[in-house]
């Protein structure tokens, strides 16, 4: 029977890494919390510019309805959302957006409604053009009658 070791041969103990620092577990885990925070943060921040980004192309489907504004400053070809305005608002269904149109300019604030998922409905408001004229708009404003109109129809 062979015994181990064999005889003249001396055993080392192995070279182990010394044990993790309690300091350096916590660094790591503390980076991994802010790493999914930031992550989170991005996509919170994306959804959240791309349901702003549709919202604003149904606002501009809105604006270009409203004959009131066509009259006043023609093909709209651009908008851009006015925060100040927007801020200053006091209700928070209103928005303000700087109108860039085929005539005039100017900017229009107004009460943006709901009506499906696809759509949103202007319905009230005003537009300033940029020679200080200001034009109250929306859906609203096109359901009241003109007294002009009801007296022709009498």
Known sequence: MQRFPPPGF???PAHYAPAPQSG???LWLLLGVLGMFAFMTLVVL???W???KIFTEQA?????????VTAAVGEVHEIS????ATFQAPDPDEFAYRIDGERSDGLLVGRFITIDADHEELRDGTLTLDDGQVLAIGTVQQRLVDPSQAEADD
Not at 60 to 67: F, G, N, Q, S, V
Not at 81 to 84: A, E, G, N, Q, S
């Open 81 to 84: 959302l006015d925060f100040t």
């Open 50 to 52: 791309i349901g702003f």
């Open 24 to 26: 350096r577990a916590l």
């Open 10 to 12: 001396t055993v080392t």
């Open 60 to 68: 501009l489907e809105a604006i270009r309805a409203d004959p009131v």
């Open 46 to 48: 994306l959804a959240g």
